[in-house]
């Protein structure tokens, strides 16, 4: 199962809503979940199961979709918030994360 | 705190070997299963590897598959991946992280510093 992410760069203001694709080459259900990296930093869990907020992560993320298609969302962009963001997909004990979201 | 600390990494000729490891402390290391991941220099992340809490079950990406080996012991709270034909393109920041349960997943959420492997000549 391929995953891709789209944009591969995303540039937007403080306050901007964004939304971040992520499509799956096959079904897989609800097995996606969503991580932010900063520079120099491990990454962080944001999402599991499409739409489930790790504990401690602000509410202004959210995550939707199942299938083949799935949405990061976060609503009113803090600059703490630039970042890359990859999506992961786990199914038949194989995990895939995605190319990466660049957010400016 | 919840901790996962990797050591091990190096910089290593092709075809040398290394052992990483990844200590565990501030929770109960038995009943998690324990990810590789990596990163190449200026890349996006990779899966190499999981075993599972009690280590009977490990599985791997196509891309290391016969190639690497993952290890634990819940005794001394540490994961193991032993790399033995080292490669250029292995060169990587390996993380290792957590994970509740494999079969249904809810996400790497505790990750280490990572430890970086450099392959040259």
């Known amino acids: 199962i391929q995953m891709t992410q789209s944009p591969s760069t995303l540039s937007a203001s403080v306050g901007d809503s964004v939304n971040l694709t992520c499509r799956a080459s096959e079904d897989i259900l609800i097995w996606l979940a969503w991580y932010q990296q900063k520079p120099g930093k491990a990454p962080k869990l944001l999402i599991h199961k499409a739409s489930i907020l790790q504990p401690g992560v602000p509410s202004r993320f959210s995550g939707s979709g199942s299938g083949t298609e799935f949405t990061l969302t976060i609503s009113s962009l803090q600059p703490d918030d630039s970042a890359t963001y990859y999506c992961?997909?786990?199914?038949?004990?194989?995990?895939?994360f995605g190319p990466g979201t660049k957010v400016e | 705190q919840e901790l996962l600390v990797e050591s091990g990494g190096g910089a290593v000729q092709p075809g040398g070997s290394v052992r990483l490891s990844c200590a565990a402390s501030?929770?109960?290391?038995?009943?998690?299963?324990i990810h590789w991941v990596r990163q190449a220099p200026g890349k996006g992340l990779e899966w190499v590897a999981v075993?599972?809490?009690?280590?009977?079950?490990?599985y791997y990406a196509d891309s290391v598959q016969g190639r690497f080996t993952i290890s634990r012991d819940n005794a001394k709270n540490v994961v193991y991946l032993e790399i033995p034909t080292l490669r250029g393109d292995d060169t990587a920041l390996y993380y290792c992280?957590?994970?509740?349960?494999?079969?249904?997943?809810?996400?790497?959420?505790?990750w280490g510093q990572g430890t970086a492997v450099t392959v040259s000549s």
């Open positions: 992961q997909k786990y199914t038949h004990y194989s995990w895939r």
């Open positions: 992280t957590r994970d509740y349960d494999i079969l249904i997943s809810y996400g790497m959420d505790v």
């Open positions: 501030g929770f109960i290391f038995s009943r998690y299963a």
């Open positions: 075993i599972s809490d009690a280590g009977r079950s490990t």
